[in-house]
């Protein structure tokens, strides 16, 4: 997977934006506000941070040599992923998972305004 294809997934959900709190090179993915991915598009190997589930989290970092703890995050929740050493199809899931961890965080009447009830 590309930069500009993980960019182009990443805005593909209901109410996604990127955003550069950190900085010029610093992409941001966010669902109504809440941060869902963060990565470097332009650096080599690419690399994402992705929200996982905990238990989902030690069982991937324990199974996958490209996916440890989240890098300057709350190492519980969130895994930093070595873009090109994983299926893309599995990057992809590892997405939406993070994306569809955020949005059961937010109000009910949110997750049905983005059809995730």
Request: hydrophobic share 40%.
């Amino acid at each position: 997977m590309t930069p500009q294809e993980l960019r182009a997934f990443c805005l593909e959900f209901n109410a996604s934006t990127e955003e550069f709190p950190f900085g010029p090179e610093a992409s941001v993915f966010k669902v109504l506000g809440k941060v869902f991915a963060i990565g470097v598009l332009d650096e080599m190997p690419l690399k994402v941070s992705l929200k996982c589930d905990p238990d989902e989290a030690v069982r991937l970092r324990k199974d996958h040599a490209a996916v440890v703890p989240g890098w300057h995050l709350n190492k519980r929740h969130w895994n930093t992923v070595t873009v090109s050493e994983l299926p893309d199809h599995m990057v992809r899931e590892l997405v939406e998972d993070s994306y569809d961890l955020v949005v059961a965080g937010l109000p009910k009447a949110e997750r049905l305004r983005l059809d995730r009830p």
